[in-house]
């Protein structure tokens, strides 16, 4: 059980996105909210300080989202991952299925925040009060 309150990762390029999902998630104490625009940046960040969960785009510039999300899971950086994408890639998506990505983690844009806070506390039972 985390001992603080649950740390939420954004891995999002597009700056209006991240910027949203920041103000909105912020406004519920339960939780600490950190951004990046890369799945580069964002591992080297979670090198210091790994995430409860990381919402992550798939099309990101160099690593793409189902790159990193390979990658944090594997060496213990994000403990869960959900996607937020605008691509339905099929085949990709059930790439991901075999790292714990279920259909109730992806999220097709637009999608309304409140849906994935609603996923977020069924992924965190128990740590959020």
Excluded: W
């Excluded at 209006?16 to 103000?23: D, E, G, K, V, Y």
């Excluded at 090198?47 to 213990?76: H, K, Q, T």
């Amino acid at each position: 059980m985390t001992m603080t309150r649950p740390h939420l990762f954004i891995v999002e390029d597009e700056k209006q996105i991240r910027a949203q999902f920041l103000l909105f998630l912020e406004d519920y104490d339960e939780f600490r909210v950190t951004a990046a625009e890369s799945g580069e940046n964002a591992l080297e960040m979670l090198r210091r300080e790994p995430a409860d969960v990381c919402i992550v785009d798939l099309r990101l510039p160099g690593m793409n989202g189902a790159a990193f999300i390979r990658s944090a899971l594997r060496a213990g950086l994000c403990r869960r991952c959900l996607v937020h994408t605008g691509t339905a890639d099929r085949e990709l998506l059930d790439e991901l299925r075999s790292v714990g990505v279920t259909d109730r983690d992806v999220f097709l844009k637009p999608t309304k925040m409140k849906r994935i806070l609603a996923r977020i506390r069924e992924m965190l039972p128990g740590e959020i009060d």
